[in-house]
């Protein structure tokens, strides 16, 4: 294992089942964080207060019981193999309190990631990112969004030399809590259309720009996490994702986060009609979605998805395909989810006929 592989630490992550249902359990949590001063303000701090932050809150963590790995099931073998791979331990408990705590978790890490190797990341798409764990707690305390200056978080230059495989890990765990972010905000939007009254048309439009700005998040931890050399990727990356590392056909697949907001979106198209009345917030929400697409579309073609099979359509054979076309497919049926006006999904590419999940490594 390389000496930089080492150096990542496990990140104690709310199976995606498990995510908290109603907006009180996150209130709660909240509340208490901020209390202890311990919610997104500690991402403006010095360095080392974000160390010290990042100690108290993984020793929260420690406190939630980790969950028993699978025993069978392919599926289930897949996702724990995921998450071992990329140093994700699955905790149950105070749902509400896993959650925020995970998330500044993961955003610490990446801080630290990025004040030593630097980010190519425009200061928009830094913004972008930077804004989410704000954008949570205004929504669990129902507060009035807070203003977000883009020069509150100067895009760190970097002292030091960038680790692929570091940044590879870090990148990926803010990913999947970004994702269990955007989950949340498509299941709190459904429920604000199923409110059916006046008073909730403010939520569902709270809500829709919820959902967008999370999208957009996640778009910037994609960008970051591919933030280093093909060449890096090829000689040093790569090959921690074949075996005897893992098993054969290791895949973006695997992650259950992932498939977890598809069966959340699902759900949401049923009120989609509702959503699509708002006009505008719609369509933004409907390019928010898009720009994620294209950030999996990027990651892929940078890593040479352009011309050659991704790992898992080189594990069933399909030496012919190229990883990008199989990711643009799915983006095609992702956004389909969010589009009343189209009656069906679109066929999936034949590498993941029999998966609803998306990926891109």
Same mark, same amino acid.
């Given at each position: ?20 249902v109603e907006r009180e359990s996150l209130a709660r949590a909240a509340i208490r964080l901020v209390g202890d001063h311990r919610d997104d303000q500690v991402l403006r701090v010095t ?6 932050? &990042? !100690? ?9 019981? @980790? =969950? +028993?790995?699978? /025993? ?38 990446m801080l630290d990631d990025v004040e030593r190797g630097g980010t190519t990341l425009g200061q928009a798409q830094w913004t972008d990112l930077l804004r989410v764990p704000t954008l ?5 305390? &129902? !507060? ?9 978080? @100067? =895009? +760190?230059?970097? /002292? ?77 990356v790569r090959p921690t994702m074949l075996p005897p590392h893992v098993r054969p056909g290791f895949s973006g697949l695997q992650t259950r986060d992932h498939r977890h907001l598809l ?99």
């Amino acid at each position: 294992m390389p000496d930089e592989q080492k150096a990542d630490s496990f990140l104690r992550l709310l199976d995606p089942n498990h995510l908290p249902v109603e907006r009180e359990s996150l209130a709660r949590a909240a509340i208490r964080l901020v209390g202890d001063h311990r919610d997104d303000q500690v991402l403006r701090v010095t360095e080392p207060e974000r160390h010290r932050a &990042r !100690r108290v809150l993984t020793d929260e963590l420690l406190g939630h019981e @980790p =969950i +028993p790995p699978a /025993r069978s099931g392919r599926r289930a073998l897949d996702q724990d193999e995921h998450d071992r791979h990329f140093g994700v331990v699955r905790v149950h408990g105070d749902s509400g309190a896993i959650f925020l705590t995970s998330l500044l978790v993961s955003y610490l890490d990446m801080l630290d990631d990025v004040e030593r190797g630097g980010t190519t990341l425009g200061q928009a798409q830094w913004t972008d990112l930077l804004r989410v764990p704000t954008l949570v707690f205004d929504f669990a305390l &129902r !507060r009035q969004a807070s203003a977000f200056p883009g020069s509150d978080f @100067p =895009i +760190p230059a970097g /002292r030091c030399e960038l680790l692929p495989h570091r940044r590879w890990h870090v990148g990926h765990r803010l990913f999947f809590t970004l994702i269990q972010t955007t989950t949340q905000a498509v299941t709190s939007l459904s429920q604000a259309v199923r409110a059916g009254d006046e008073a909730a048309e403010a939520d569902v439009r709270g809500c829709v720009d919820f959902v967008r700005l999370t999208t957009l998040g996640s778009t910037a931890a994609l960008r970051l996490t591919a933030d280093f050399s093909p060449v890096d990727y090829e000689q040093r990356v790569r090959p921690t994702m074949l075996p005897p590392h893992v098993r054969p056909g290791f895949s973006g697949l695997q992650t259950r986060d992932h498939r977890h907001l598809l069966n959340a979106m699902r759900k949401l198209r049923e009120d989609m009609a509702t959503v699509a009345e708002l006009g505008e917030p719609h369509a933004e929400l409907i390019a928010a979605i898009r720009s994620l697409h294209d950030a999996h579309a990027y990651v892929c073609t940078r890593f040479g998805g352009d011309t050659a099979p991704s790992l898992r359509m080189a594990a069933l054979g399909q030496q012919d395909g190229k990883g990008v076309e199989v990711v643009r497919g799915l983006a095609r049926h992702r956004e389909s989810l969010l589009e009343p006006s189209r009656a069906n999904a679109h066929d999936q590419p034949r590498a993941y006929q029999r998966s609803d999940e998306d990926g891109h490594e």
